[in-house]
């Protein structure tokens, strides 16, 4: 715990928890908004401008998730090893040969005005947070003991491509197929697979071999895609009983 005795982090996780009553006083602001939590504790933003209602939504974001913002940032961008240690090694090298940092940051000089002012409003609203409450930070940080760098647009984008490629379950198979393409050719790959159509398989690698750097990527993927085979999934849904062959209610996970 890094020196913390229990009654300092039971004081930390108190303190940190999202603060619902009271006023703020943010530099950045235009007008005065309004945030109001339900009783599920979602907020609702009410606010005179765009750039009001985006630096709020920010604001939010930060007071009630910095640390997965912070860990997934780092995830992404193969920089957990700076505060994990070598443990992380592996999955920051992965993160780096993907390369998803370097597209968010060309694609940052893409944006249009409208895109980049809410962006930049929301960027403001998200360090506005920690620059102004350092002593309610998630307890993570004082357990780990580093402070988290100010939110840029890019990590912004940068969380739209997490998402995206969490959604993109389906590329280890593609990598799989690659691999039984170059093995086995196409006929007998397909053979493996009776939905797949063989004239559908392609050989990869050798369709990337001279598209530099890609084959590199490639080869690499190859040789990381055993890291990664965490299982992902979505729709959760329950059929009634009396619609279900057994006659008893069955709920099931459906893959993304």
Not at 78 to 86: K, Q, T
Not at 89 to 100: N, P, S, V
């Amino acid at each position: 715990m890094a020196g913390l005795d229990f009654g300092q982090l039971r004081e930390i996780l108190q303190r940190s928890r999202p603060q619902t009553e009271g006023v703020f006083h943010l530099s950045g602001l235009e007008g005065d908004v309004e945030l109001l939590r339900d009783r599920w504790g979602v907020a609702h933003i009410y606010a005179h401008s765009t750039a009001d209602l985006f630096f709020a939504r920010g604001f939010v974001h930060a007071q009630d998730r910095l640390w997965q913002m912070e860990l997934a940032r780092r995830a992404l961008s193969g920089r957990l090893a700076e505060v994990f240690g070598p443990f992380a090694l592996k999955r920051d090298r992965f993160a780096r040969t993907i390369g998803i940092r370097r597209v968010v940051e060309a694609e940052v000089e893409l944006l249009d005005d409208e895109t980049r002012a809410i962006l930049e409003a929301y960027t403001e609203g998200v360090n506005a947070f920690p620059e102004g409450h350092r002593d309610r930070l998630p307890p993570e940080f004082a357990i780990l003991q580093f402070q988290p760098q100010p939110w840029a647009i890019e990590d912004c984008l940068l969380w739209a491509k997490g998402a995206a490629w969490n959604l993109a379950v389906h590329w280890q198979n593609k990598l799989l197929r690659e691999r039984f393409v170059q093995k086995l050719g196409p006929e007998k790959a397909g053979a493996l697979e009776p939905v797949t159509l063989p004239s559908s398989l392609v050989d990869v690698a050798a369709e990337m071999r001279s598209m530099e750097p890609m084959g590199h990527v490639v080869h690499e993927c190859r040789n990381l895609v055993a890291q990664t085979h965490a299982t992902l999934g979505s729709n959760a849904w329950a059929v009634d009983g009396a619609k279900s062959a057994t006659g008893w209610p069955s709920s099931a996970m459906t893959p993304t």
